[in-house]
């Protein structure tokens, strides 16, 4: 038993070999150690709830396969211009009002332009005056905009590795994995958290998702938020036809992560409205612990508010209040 138990040093050196002994122990044995190592490090019970919004949406030059967003795909989604700095505000504040803790302003650019930085760093500015975190995901940054938004005050920056860099450009072709992990290590340095994670059930094999974990859980630092999304296929895009992930392949996943970055907010992404309330619960048990709250995501369905109460009632889940702490930094 305590060999199961034993697992929740903090390391950024783990393999692909690791990856799958963990990846293959049997089911109960893999979800009863993930399951103690996010008892060690969080209330079992507690549930971090971000809410996002689409601030400028359609219209990107990047090429993602998955993305109803790029201009290159034939998703049938009209571009937008950047929203007003108050009608962001004013969709922050209900989010707050309903519960949200943190919130995440995504723009489909392949990276901000300068002209446009003053009205981002405005709206991370009232974000923080309402009392919530704020996070950003505006593409690649330049080491000048990054330390913008930082004194702006933004607590979290989103940039997502997408998949495997053996996959990589399976997906993705207008960007490398190089240029993603580039961005990644300008706002780890900056100071800014992290939030980085990816997709799963974009045609790869399972050895990609495993390498995306370890890449993950190889960087300097590990991201603060792991957010794991499951492909939802998305009509007029290369990957409309792409099949699903089995639900246990995606709970493995999930305690793999929670194993590999112990202190991380693992976090069930898009796709949660294509699982059911049981899938969920075995992913909260093994290791997920923050979710998107709201009916959608950047574009994409999320289940609705009152199924989300329904079920966090009867798992007996709380909302994460805005300053709980990990465990071990219960004094901060
Ligand atoms: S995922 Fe982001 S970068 Fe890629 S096409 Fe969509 S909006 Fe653009």
Redo the contacts with the bound molecule.
Sequence with gaps: MNRLQNSSEIRNTWTREEAEALYNLPFNDLLFKAHCVHREHFDPNEVQQSQLLSIKTGG?P???SY?S??ARNNADLPASKLLEVQTVLAEAKKARDGGATRYCMGA?W?SPKDRDMRAIEMMVEGVKELGMESCMTL?MLTPEQILRLKDAGLDYYNHNIDTSERYYSEVISTRKFSDRLETLNLVKESGIKVCSGGIVGMGEENMDRLDMLVSLATLEQHPDSVPINMLIPIEGTPLQDAKPVEPIEFVRLIAVARIMMPKSHVRLSAGRTEMSIETQAMCFFAGANSVFKGETLLTADNPEESKDAHLFKRLGIRPMALKSCTKEAETC
């Design positions: 990107c990047e090429d993602c993305c967003q790029s489909a392949r593409g």
